[in-house]
Nanobody, 121 residues
């Protein structure tokens, strides 16, 4: 079993900052990719940022330059530092990881339960 737990959401004023954390635990052999997605009301879930093997990152155009994704491989943890937040960043943020539970198994996607981020204007 793989557990994915997010923390760090909350309410912040526009222009403020928040830092999300996501810790993965359980029967994990390796993690290929970690990332953050978000889903606003009546919208589809969208990619926010991903990080592969600790240093290859990808960001949505809407957050590039404001958000930073960081990964601590030793702790199987990924962070999302969110600066200059805007009301349109309001959403439930989900942590995702693509991981293998055994050396030669196919990687699977695992999701956290989500953490609410609300940015007031």
């Amino acid at each position: 079993q793989v557990q994915v737990v997010e923390s760090g959401g909350g309410l912040v004023q526009a222009g403020g900052s928040l830092r999300l954390s996501c810790a993965a635990s359980g029967s994990i052999f390796s993690i290929d990719r970690m990332g953050w997605y978000r889903q606003a009301p009546v919208k589809q879930r969208e990619l926010v940022a991903t990080i592969i093997n600790g240093d290859s990152t990808n960001y949505a155009d809407s957050v590039r330059g404001r958000f930073t994704i960081l990964r601590d491989n030793a702790k199987n943890t990924v962070y999302l530092q969110m600066n200059s937040l805007k009301p349109e960043d309001t959403a439930v943020y989900y942590c995702n990881l693509n991981a293998r539970v055994r050396r030669f198994s196919y990687p699977n996607d695992y999701w956290g339960q989500g953490t609410q981020v609300t940015v007031s204007s």
